[in-house]
């Protein structure tokens, strides 16, 4: 309506005011402290430069800092700790509820109601209003903890070298300079230039996605490298997963890439969600309307009819009061609570009510892999032998699985090669896997709890195995050689050398393969077929040999294993694809929604799981390099059409996610990492996992899923769909209602009549049946499309055509009735109270007979009227009804509201006339459907309801 368009700028600016007016003048605002960047210190690359040059520059050497040059530094760069974030108070939080400007118009009709002396008119009015911001005040969600979840990753204490001595200091005091010594275990501190390394892996999962720990050594690696291959990095936050190390802190604080996220937390607004964007629009253009209604009636009836300003001043505040949907932000939030209840029932736990709306217009689903689409449990899938490739089945770290050969059933205790390659696996890791709770847990690095699950599978316990082979001596794994060895002996004193790493290291040792026959000369080209398939396939490849040695050899070394090893086979391994995803996957299409992962691991595995999930990838995929050299309109067009983005950053994901919101998509991101909470927050529904998810994932997030579930997102679309569907039928129950009532003091003003109801009266019907009435629809099942319907438009108007037809339908169809019954009384003589409760009763039951008309929308209100699915509707029938004999007969009621007792005759006629609008609405269904009908061209009865679906909205 471009004719109001200036009046609702004006009021946006009103409530613009009051906002600050709550944030600048009655709440102080508190001093939010920033993270400082290191002075002095540019932004470099550290990764980059040789450790030598790293030193340097930060004007350091390996023997650390001095005490009074680290206390310097400190004061310049500040603490190693996040910036605080300011919450917002209690006291905030309730002023936040009073905010809206039909509360403003509210507040208004109590202050003019009480200064003209009618006092009940006003503690109502003021009831209301206190009653609608006690609930939204206790139905707020938890205030955002993100920053505390992130800030809580910082380790309290490291062991620092100071002048050459080591001391063990809480991280906070740690410098751009200080030199820390990190073991297996430890949770990095600060950004760290790696100076010395020893077999030093890095579990960076929670910041990069990668899902199995990253060798890091000292060597400088490209300019260009992403956060998952600065390999002579270790960052804040991430775990050491093995061996040693010893590195030169680089950034601190709010300048680490932990700190970084952390900032983009705060630089990023949370949007609204579709509906309350829609409700403050609506609600504005609503106000506007209802006070030029109220001013004009006012002006009427004091400048044509002589009124009195006190008497029109009554009825304008009558008309605001019925025009008002004062029940509706009640019913929407308890509409929206009853279905984070079911969500709950579902392992689906929403952090924030409107989101569950939210879900029901998603149109794209961003997943990270790691952990959301797969297991985050490394998996053994494939095992290569020099005679075959043999299949591998099972689910994680279970022991329970077997081996299948051309889709048949192996006994490993028929196939020695198989047995003896587990073995070795078995032998030649350091990992243990162990009970925890229902489930199990790798302790160690995660590919080799993988190869312990296979030697299980073959009938291997690791424990037995190892003590009747105990291991002499190891070479331990290291990215420079890129294998681990281990020496072993039976008790009959043989000894064997296994030794498994990348294939083509440990094939460029060996001369031989073992095969049924015997030890034969190696077959490269067979092997490179084998390993380029199960690459192929996504799944990351070790290969392991042996070689027998002399009983009484007691250590290892690099010569022995540097050639003449003898090739027993290789493992494919991957993280699985959880399968209850690729069905949810399937579901989401055929709801219109389209699912793509966004990971930070590399392009051929991640191209290989979107495969078996189901995914497009005709398209290929986008990394995250790609992504740097893509400008905007590039993306925007590329995007549409392809589901797979790799190695990307969280700079990427936030611009992904945003790139989707500006093409017109309403946004789901899932994910478990530190790396995703930004995005996370950015979009339209954030969804983290509530089992493997990081406490900063989670906080960002609006929806947590209990069990880590990805499945769980399509029964929350469709729990949101529901919700919104119902939400709708509120409103279509509502707003109608209160068009009726505002409807009747206006025709009762121009027409020079009697009121036939007062303000107080039509507030009781507001209040009574909106939470009886509406909220029975906050209870109705879902509708037999709602998953096979495209998700709706976010920007779908809330008063469509549609509704406004129906509001003026229903509007005129209550005028006549309530002011046929009311002029009918006053002319047989029934005094003004009597006429006027009758009225009232009248305009309820109209109310009661909607209600069964709208709970369905496509099918008859008969269809299911005496079904179970109608007992809601019933129970809020049956309360009204009650209410309504005490509002007509209970004395104490009669006083306050003016009502008066009234007989079965008036009882049976109100009825009669009140139930003409059910007759109306169901002769208004069945034309719609005969029109459905034939603009579909006959189809089928479930299509046509479909297409006058899409015609209501």
């Known amino acids: 309506m471009p004719f109001f368009d200036p009046i609702r700028e004006y009021a946006r600016s009103v409530v613009a005011a009051g906002k600050r007016l709550i944030d600048q003048v009655l709440i102080p605002s508190a001093h939010i402290p920033e993270g400082r960047a290191a002075k002095g210190i540019p932004d470099q690359d550290w990764h980059a430069m040789s450790a030598r040059d790293v030193l340097a520059q930060l004007e350091s050497s390996e023997d650390g800092l001095s005490d009074g040059e680290s206390a310097t530094r400190l004061t310049n760069y500040g603490p190693n700790r996040l910036p605080e974030q300011r919450r917002r108070t209690a006291v905030e939080r309730l002023l936040s509820q009073f905010n809206n400007l039909l509360i403003y118009i509210l507040l208004g009709a109590v202050v003019v109601t009480g200064s003209i002396g009618h006092w009940i008119d006003a503690f109502v009015i003021a009831g209301v209003v206190v009653i609608n911001a006690a609930i939204g005040f206790f139905q707020e969600g938890r205030a955002e903890k993100a920053i505390d979840a992130i800030r809580s990753l910082l380790s309290e204490q490291t062991i620092v070298l100071r002048k050459g001595k080591r001391k063990t200091l809480n991280t906070a005091v740690l410098v751009p300079g200080d030199i820390v010594f990190l073991e297996a275990g430890d949770r990095v501190?600060?950004?760290?230039?790696?100076?010395?390394?020893?077999?030093?892996?890095?579990?960076?999962?929670?910041?990069?996605?990668?899902?199995?720990?990253?060798?890091?050594?000292?060597?400088?690696?490209?300019?260009?490298?992403?956060?998952?291959?600065?390999?002579?990095?270790?960052?804040?936050?991430?775990?050491?997963?093995?061996?040693?190390?010893?590195?030169?802190?680089?950034?601190?604080?709010?300048?680490?890439?932990?700190?970084?996220?952390?900032?983009?937390?705060?630089?990023?607004?949370?949007?609204?969600?579709?509906?309350?964007?829609?409700?403050?629009?609506?609600?504005?253009?609503?106000?506007?309307?209802?006070?030029?209604?109220?001013?004009?009636?006012?002006?009427?009836?004091?400048?044509?009819?002589?009124?009195?300003?006190?008497?029109?001043?009554?009825?304008?505040?009558?008309?605001?009061?019925?025009?008002?949907?004062?029940?509706?932000?009640?019913?929407?939030?308890?509409?929206?609570?009853?279905?984070?209840?079911?969500?709950?029932?579902?392992?689906?736990?929403?952090?924030?009510?409107?989101?569950?709306?939210?879900?029901?217009?998603?149109?794209?689903?961003?997943?990270?892999?790691?952990?959301?689409?797969?297991?985050?449990?490394?998996?053994?899938?494939?095992?290569?032998?020099?005679?075959?490739?043999?299949?591998?089945?099972?689910?994680g770290l279970d022991p329970i699985g077997e081996f299948l050969f051309e889709g048949k059933t192996i006994d490993p205790e028929n196939h020695p090669l198989l047995r003896q390659l587990t073995l070795g696996a078995v032998l030649c890791s350091d990992a243990t896997i162990e009970t925890e709770g229902d489930g199990w847990i790798v302790n160690g690095d995660p590919m080799e709890g993988a190869l312990l699950v296979a030697g299980a599978k073959a009938g291997f316990n690791a424990e037995d195995q190892r003590r009747a082979f105990p291991r002499t001596d190891e070479i331990p794994f290291d990215a420079a050689h890129r294998f681990m060895a281990t020496l072993h002996h039976d008790h009959e004193g043989n000894g064997y050398i296994y030794v498994k790493g990348a294939p083509e290291q440990i094939l460029s040792m060996c001369v031989t393969q073992r095969t049924m026959h015997g030890d034969e000369p190696l077959d490269s080209a067979y092997w490179q077929t084998r390993i380029t398939e199960m690459a192929g396939q996504g799944e990351r490849v070790l290969a392991l040999a042996v070689k027998q040695c002399e009983p009484g050899k007691t250590q290892l070394t690099f010569g022995d294993v540097e050639t003449g090893l003898t090739l027993l086979g290789a493992f494919g391994l991957i993280d699985p694809p959880r399968e209850e995803a690729i069905e949810a996957i399937e579901r989401c299409r055929s709801a219109g929604i389209v699912v793509k992962m966004i990971t930070g691991d590399h392009v051929a595995t991640a191209t290989a799981i979107a495969e078996k999930l189901g995914l497009r990838t005709e398209y290929g995929a986008i990394s995250g390099q790609d992504l740097d050299n893509m400008s905007n309109e590039d993306l925007a067009r590329r995007i549409e059409e392809v589901d797979i983005f790799a190695r990307t950053s969280p700079e990427h994901k936030l611009r992904l996610v945003e790139t989707l919101q500006r093409a017109g998509h309403v946004v789901a991101m899932t994910g478990d990492g530190v790396n995703d909470a930004p995005a996370l927050k950015r979009a339209d529904v954030g969804v983290a996992m509530g089992k493997k998810g990081t406490a900063a994932a989670r906080e960002a997030s609006e929806m947590v899923l209990a069990n880590d579930n990805f499945a769980s997102i399509s029964a929350a679309v469709e729990e949101g769909r529901?919700?919104?569907?119902?939400?709708?039928?509120?409103?279509?129950?509502?707003?109608?209602?209160?068009?009726?009532?505002?409807?009747?003091?206006?025709?009762?003003?121009?027409?020079?009549?009697?009121?036939?109801?007062?303000?107080?009266?039509?507030?009781?019907?507001?209040?009574?049946?909106?939470?009886?009435?509406?909220?029975?629809?906050?209870?109705?099942?879902?509708?037999?499309?709602?998953?096979?319907?495209?998700?709706?438009?976010?920007?779908?108007?809330?008063?469509?055509?549609?509704?406004?037809?129906?509001?003026?339908?229903?509007?005129?169809?209550?005028?006549?009735?309530?002011?046929?019954?009311?002029?009918?009384?006053?002319?047989?003589?029934?005094?003004?109270?009597?006429?006027?409760?009758?009225?009232?009763?009248?305009?309820?039951?109209?109310?009661?007979?909607?209600?069964?008309?709208?709970?369905?929308?496509?099918?008859?209100?008969?269809?299911?009227?005496?079904?179970?699915?109608?007992?809601?509707?019933?129970?809020?029938?049956?309360?009204?009804?009650?209410?309504?004999?005490?509002?007509?007969?209970?004395?104490?009621?009669?006083?306050?509201?003016?009502?008066?007792?009234?007989?079965?005759?008036?009882?049976?006629?109100?009825?009669?006339?009140?139930?003409?609008?059910?007759?109306?609405?169901?002769?208004?269904?069945?034309?719609?459907?005969?029109?459905?009908?034939?603009?579909?061209?006959?189809?089928?009865?479930?299509?046509?309801?479909?297409?006058?679906?899409?015609?209501?909205?």
């Open 189 to 395: 501190p600060a950004d760290i230039r790696l100076l010395r390394a020893r077999n030093l892996m890095a579990q960076e999962a929670p910041l990069t996605g990668e899902s199995v720990p990253v060798e890091k050594h000292t060597s400088a690696v490209p300019i260009h490298a992403g956060i998952g291959d600065r390999t002579s990095m270790v960052f804040t936050g991430t775990i050491i997963a093995r061996g040693q190390g010893r590195g030169v802190v680089v950034a601190t604080g709010a300048a680490t890439e932990l700190g970084r996220i952390s900032g983009l937390l705060d630089q990023i607004t949370q949007l609204q969600t579709p509906l309350l964007r829609q409700m403050e629009r609506f609600g504005q253009t609503l106000a506007i309307i209802i006070l030029i209604t109220a001013a004009l009636t006012f002006a009427i009836g004091v400048l044509i009819y002589a009124h009195s300003a006190s008497d029109m001043f009554l009825a304008a505040i009558g008309l605001i009061v019925a025009a008002i949907p004062e029940g509706l932000p009640a019913i929407m939030t308890i509409t929206l609570a009853l279905g984070v209840e079911r969500m709950a029932g579902r392992n689906a736990l929403i952090r924030r009510l409107p989101a569950i709306e939210t879900l029901g217009s998603v149109t794209v689903i961003c997943s990270d892999k790691t952990g959301t689409l797969t297991q985050n449990e490394m998996t053994v899938r494939s095992v290569a032998t020099s005679e075959q490739l043999i299949e591998v089945i099972g689910i």
């Open 722 to 953: 529901v919700v919104y569907d119902n939400l709708k039928k509120t409103i279509l129950f509502i707003l109608p209602t209160n068009g009726g009532e505002a409807l009747l003091i206006m025709a009762a003003v121009l027409l020079n009549w009697t009121l036939p109801l007062t303000p107080v009266q039509i507030l009781w019907v507001n209040m009574v049946t909106a939470v009886t009435l509406g909220l029975a629809l906050a209870f109705e099942a879902p509708e037999s499309d709602v998953m096979k319907r495209p998700p709706r438009s976010s920007s779908e108007p809330i008063l469509s055509r549609f509704l406004a037809w129906r509001i003026a339908l229903v509007s005129l169809i209550i005028l006549i009735g309530v002011f046929g019954i009311f002029s009918w009384l006053r002319s047989g003589g029934a005094s003004i109270e009597l006429a006027r409760t009758a009225a009232v009763n009248t305009l309820v039951m109209f109310e009661i007979f909607y209600l069964f008309s709208v709970r369905r929308l496509f099918s008859s209100a008969f269809s299911d009227i005496l079904k179970p699915a109608a007992r809601p509707a019933w129970i809020a029938v049956t309360l009204v009804f009650i209410m309504q004999l005490a509002f007509t007969y209970v004395p104490i009621m009669n006083s306050v509201f003016a009502s008066a007792p009234i007989s079965f005759n008036t009882w049976m006629a109100l009825t009669a006339v009140a139930s003409s609008v059910l007759v109306v609405m169901e002769a208004e269904r069945w034309l719609m459907l005969k029109l459905a009908e034939r603009v579909s061209g006959n189809q089928d009865s479930q299509q046509s309801n479909i297409s006058v679906s899409s015609e209501l909205k």
